[in-house]
């Protein structure tokens, strides 16, 4: 009996998992999307840390042998970034908030308060989230410039509200209405106003999904180019996209200045996904937990 347990331990220890073969092609289609989608970063990066001599001399993915800084300074100072980088950070810090704010005040007041027209107007915001924006230009530019908004910060925040709303109200609709009743009729027959319970409860319960919007459209805000372009005509009011493609028609040979001018373009909206995904991950996690 001594020698047969030792015997059975080695040999159970010795049987190796079986790997599945579906698990093993899965992850190379994964590594290989990985891949084809982190290419286009480092060809970026390796060209903006490259004088254009070294760019002509060696591989477009070989690390640069010494690093040109002065890429992005010349690229900062002769594509007049400064004054792109505001108008984009002004507009973008207006809107982003003020579409959530107001995107999640509709879908609670669609999904909580009996309204005498709400489905009416629920497919009011569903049909407002189907119309494209590249459609509706035209009408766009007569009507701001009808009210004198043309080559004004409101002039593009609040087309970008009518388009930007529709949608998160129908994200945040389906997410409120799955919200169980009793949280909110239980602080109702407590004496709380429907501004209380949306603030104390529903606010709160949606902080995963609000940050999730907030990624979507500070991306989709801060890249937004047909619609400045149509109504930002004045240079001083152009956006980061508009000033980028400025600078790609002027400097279109100089590619290290170039590639240093997409860089940091890119960045901020990188630096934000990356810091709210953070916060959107831990609170799904966190939302999982049933205490």
């Known amino acids: 009996m001594t020698t047969v347990a030792p015997r059975i331990q080695e040999e159970t220890l010795q049987i190796k998992p079986r790997r599945d073969p579906f698990l093993i092609i899965l992850w190379i289609v994964l590594v290989t999307f990985a891949l084809v989608w982190i290419a286009p970063v480092v060809l970026i990066a390796f060209t903006a840390l490259k004088s254009n001599a070294e760019i002509m001399a060696t591989s477009a993915f070989t690390p640069p042998e010494a690093i040109a800084w002065n890429n992005f300074s010349g690229a900062w100072s002769r594509g007049n970034f400064e004054t792109t980088f505001r108008n984009s950070a002004i507009i973008t810090v207006i809107k982003v908030p003020l579409g959530l704010m107001f995107s999640a005040m509709a879908a609670y007041a669609l999904a909580r308060i009996r309204l005498r027209f709400g489905k009416l107007l629920l497919l009011f915001f569903l049909f407002g989230a189907m119309i494209p924006f590249q459609v509706m230009l035209a009408p766009i530019f007569t009507l701001v410039n009808g009210f004198g908004l043309i ?14 709303v529709p949608y998160q109200v129908f994200i945040l609709h389906g997410f409120f209405k799955a919200v169980p009743k009793e949280l909110s009729e239980a602080a109702l027959i407590d004496g709380a106003s429907h501004v209380t319970v949306f603030r104390r409860i529903f606010l709160p319960i949606s902080l995963p999904v609000l940050a999730a919007l907030l990624i979507l459209d500070f991306v989709s805000t ?3 180019f047909a619609m400045a372009l149509v109504l930002l005509q004045d240079r001083h009011m152009w956006t980061l996209p508009l000033g980028l493609m400025s600078f790609q028609g002027q400097f279109s040979t100089d590619y290290g200045q170039l590639n240093a001018a997409i860089a940091m373009t890119v960045f901020p909206a990188v630096l934000v996904y990356m810091i709210f995904q953070r916060y959107f991950v831990s609170g799904l996690t966190s939302g999982a937990v049933k205490g």
Not at 153 to 161: E, M, S
């Open 222 to 224: 801060w890249n937004e």
């Open 151 to 164: 080559d004004t910060y409101p002039g593009v925040i609040l087309p970008y509200l009518a388009f930007g």
